[in-house]
Structure formats: C-alpha cells, structure tokens
T-cell receptor, first 115, second 109 residues
Framework: AAGVIQSPRHLIKEKRETATLKCYPIPRHDTVYWYQQGPGQDPQFLISFYEKMQSDKGSIPDRFSAQQFSDYHSELNMSSLELGDSALYFC??????????????FGQGTRLTVV | GQQVMQIPQYQHVQEGEDFTTYCNSSTTLSNIQWYKQRPGGHPVFLIQLVKSGEVKKQKRLTFQFGEAKKNSSLHITATQTTDVGTYFCAGLNFNKFYFGSGTKLNVKP
C-alpha cells in the first residue's frame, strides 16, 4: 500500500542557507501535518493543512513557511537555517480534516543537519 | 506548552515482564492515538481510541481511554525484545495532535 513519501531523506545545509522539504501524502488524504523532532525529543507540531488551506499552526518559526498544493502534496520551506534547526522532520497525512476521528500516517522523515 | 504528559520517561524491563505507560492531558481529547517509534525510525501508528472508557487489545497490547477522555494507558504483557522502542501517545484536541513526551522502553533478554 502507498505510504507517505518524504523527500529528501537526508539533507545537509550550512547556516543561513535555505532548505525545502517535500511531503507526498497517501493518495486521497487531504490533510497534512508537519512535525519537528529533535534528538531525544517528542515530535513537536509545526503546522497543518486541510484541503490546501492552513488549518492550524504550532511552534513554527517565522523563518519557516509551508503550503499544500493542488495535488495535496506539501512543502516546508526553511530559510536562514540555524544549527538548532537540525532535527528529524516528519510529515503525516490523514483523511477528513484535523478534527476527524482518523489516524495519521507518518512518513519516514527528513533528517536535516545544519552545519 | 505541553498539553499531553506521558510517564514514565524511561522503562527498563526484563524480557517477560509487563510494561505500562500512561498519558494525561490537561484538556478533554477528541481521540487519542498511540504510536511506536523504533530507534532511527518514524512513528508507526498502533491504535486509535475514540470513546470514553474504551478498551482495545492487540495481542499482548492493551489500550485504555479514560472515562473523562483525558487520560490513556498502554499495557504490554510479557514483553519481548521486539517491543523495544519509544511509545508515544498523541491526543487530538482543537485540530492538533499533541504528542506526549514518549516512554522509551528497553527490554533486556
């Protein structure tokens, strides 16, 4: 069965550079969540989208932006990267909107290392 | 701030012993989900609980959702080395999933 696809799997960037992470949800899923997981930490909610509109925002820095496109894939754009941005970034998708009683499926994550 | 608290943070057990992790929310949750994350891996969905007082079982795993829909527990009977990993609860409240801090389980053979 198709799962959530994230690309790239690994990314190394220098401080102050820009990075773009991509997420392709499970087919027909209309909701995407982004999470940031630091070493030894629990996943922290960044932002979510439902039907191409931002549905909620968490602890996402102003240097980050995201959007969901017409094909429901989502991109997380990160600018002026800092060392503290090094983390595992997960995308999850679900069906029916964030308020729906439906499970979220996670991608394998993108490991971002800022040097 | 953190809305979903999870305890314990770490648990070391001997293979064959039982294990329980607890999840508590400061607010009523629409539903709660449990995930398992192996070292270096991504969270994998285990189960979702929706109804007040709901109990679900998956082989050796038993999941409970409290009557007030503010707490939940995951109990593993007779742990095996394959149970090693971090178990997260994630509560749905106001359109966001709030993850608990996770319980890292280590099982000694």
């Amino acid at each position: 069965a198709a799962g959530v696809i994230q690309s790239p799997r690994h990314l190394i960037k220098e401080k102050r550079e820009t990075a773009t992470l991509k997420c392709y949800p499970i087919p027909r899923h209309d909701t995407v969540y982004w999470y940031q997981q630091g070493p030894g930490q629990d996943p922290q909610f960044l932002i979510s989208f439902y039907e191409k509109m931002q549905s909620d925002k968490g602890s996402i820095p102003d240097r980050f932006s995201a959007q969901q496109f017409s094909d429901y894939h989502s991109e997380l754009n990160m600018s002026s990267l800092e060392l503290g941005d090094s983390a595992l970034y997960f995308c999850a998708s679900s069906l029916g909107g964030p308020g729906a009683n439906t499970e979220a499926f996670f991608g394998q994550g993108t490991r971002l290392t800022v040097v | 701030g953190q809305q979903v608290m999870q305890i314990p943070q770490y648990q070391h057990v001997q293979e064959g012993e039982d294990f329980t992790t607890y999840c508590n929310s400061s607010t009523t949750l629409s539903n709660i989900q449990w995930y398992k994350q192996r070292p270096g891996g991504h969270p994998v969905f285990l189960i979702q609980l929706v109804k007040s007082g709901e109990v679900k079982k998956q082989k050796r795993l038993t999941f409970q959702f409290g009557e007030a829909k503010k707490n939940s527990s995951l109990h593993i009977t007779a742990t095996q080395t394959t149970d090693v990993g971090t178990y997260f609860c994630a509560g749905l409240n106001f359109n966001k999933f709030y993850f608990g801090s996770g319980t890292k389980l280590n099982v000694k053979p």
